[in-house]
């Protein structure tokens, strides 16, 4: 038997990739290693963000559905929310720099991702999608006319072919990586991440969320605190390190030396998610042959929950479409590099401005935030879109700066013509 197409991975892509497939009458199969998909061990987006027009899709919630506006498909989820109305950037010495929405509507709201995709396993397979748990895929060779895949299960080794191939494991795909679609890209950094779930931090806001930036706090990247859906008195802390400064390492001196150690104090870590991933530039022609990459494994680090469900639903439109002999994979590579900022080629630009640290020295941290403390940004996650206000905001105030501190003035105006081709020649 040849399956029109087999899809690796049953996240969010995965399952609504193959969910959209089988509502087009395509003969597909899901091929995920681990056993039980709604258990999440990872350390992983559990949130939809409510930025409009942002990684491929509007989603809202409506009446126990996740509705994509952009798109048109929805998504059963009738779970636990959380609505987070603020985010705020803070110095070293609390400095804020506040986003929110005028009407205090949510930037993003927490879920039960778990379940989620539970409840979106169940719908592919009620769909007549063919699903896989507890299957390792060891090798895919692109014979021209079809995908060959060599799969382990238990004891039992085979082989399928399909028609067509959508990978979509994830971050650093080991299947993308064996087929050689990573071979253009570039890798920035390798990072190891762990998520700590908090109860007794102090200060903690279940509807905040906070980046500390800076060196003061101790991190080797700037520290993410924001709510779990767990209850209502437990953190996340998003900590970030590598090899040689390891996330445990980086905890111990946040908590005890860092200027976030006062509101941790009293804290004690319920448990832990972490995960390990490089950074690449993204798959900007994420197809080659018979085979297309989505979601996170094309990306340059993440697409988001919406992102990855967006990408599910246009690969099969895309498969669907190489089925019947139309030119399907260019019609979603369009749509991908137009829906993704990290395709543009100052998507670098922008992210170097959100970094900050280590450009900027503390106490020049705490200038810049103070020069716009008293102000309440547009709302938004977009980590693109957020140092654009950011900076706009800081820039108002462009005299002053120079007037003041005028070799600060001059780092922020070489910096900001830093351009992705300017780094990656750096490198």
């Not at 989505?294 to 895309?318: K, S, T």
């Not at 399907?328 to 900050?356: I, P």
Request: glycine letters at 8%.
């Amino acid at each position: 038997m040849v399956y029109d197409v087999a899809i690796i991975g049953a996240g969010p892509a995965g399952l609504m990739a193959a969910k959209t497939a089988a509502e087009k009458g395509l003969k597909a199969v899901v091929l995920e290693k681990r056993a039980d998909i709604s258990r999440i061990t990872r350390a992983c987006c559990e949130q939809l963000i409510m930025d409009k027009d942002f990684q491929g899709d509007t989603v809202r919630l409506e009446a126990g559905k996740i509705v994509s506006h952009n798109n048109g498909f929805s998504v059963d989820y009738a779970g636990p929310t959380v609505d987070v109305t603020d985010k705020y950037f803070i110095s070293p010495a609390g400095r804020t720099i506040h986003f929110a929405y005028p009407d205090g509507s949510p930037i993003v709201i927490k879920i039960d991702k778990g379940l989620m995709l539970r409840k979106l396993w169940d719908a592919a397979a009620a769909s007549g999608a063919e699903l896989r748990a507890g299957t390792h895929v060891t090798g895919a060779v692109d014979r021209g006319d079809m995908v060959a895949l060599f799969i382990t299960s238990g004891e039992e080794q085979n082989v399928i072919n399909a028609s067509k191939l959508i990978i979509a494991d994830g971050v650093n795909s080991r299947i993308a990586e064996r087929m050689g679609m990573n071979s253009n890209r570039k890798c920035f950094a390798s990072a190891l991440c762990v998520i700590y779930f908090l109860k007794g931090v102090a200060g903690f806001k279940r509807s905040s969320l906070k980046t500390y930036f800076g060196r003061a706090y101790c991190g080797l990247a700037p520290l993410t605190l924001n709510t779990a859906l767990d209850d209502a008195e437990t953190a996340c802390l998003v900590v970030i390190g590598n090899k040689n400064s390891p996330p445990e390492k980086i905890f111990q001196d946040i908590s005890q030396k860092g200027a976030l150690s006062p509101a941790l104090q009293q804290a004690r870590v319920v448990r832990k998610t972490g995960c390990a991933a490089r950074a690449y530039t993204s798959l900007k022609v994420p197809h080659a042959g018979n085979v297309l990459v989505i979601g996170d494994a094309a990306a340059y680090v993440e697409v988001e929950m919406q992102g990855a469900l967006a990408c599910g639903f246009r690969a099969a439109g895309a498969v669907a479409d190489e089925l019947e002999g139309r030119d399907g994979f260019n019609r979603y590579t369009r749509w991908w590099q137009k829906s993704f900022e990290f395709n543009g080629d100052d998507w670098l630009q922008v992210a170097q401005g959100f970094a900050l640290v280590p450009a900027y020295t503390d106490e020049e941290l705490d200038y810049l935030f103070g020069l716009i403390e008293d102000e309440v940004l547009e709302g938004t996650y977009n980590q693109y879109k957020s140092p654009r206000l950011m900076w706009n905001a800081i820039l108002a105030h462009e005299q002053l700066i120079r007037a003041e501190r005028p070799e600060l003035h001059k780092k922020i105006i070489s910096r900001a013509k830093t351009t992705l081709s300017d780094m990656l020649q750096e490198r």
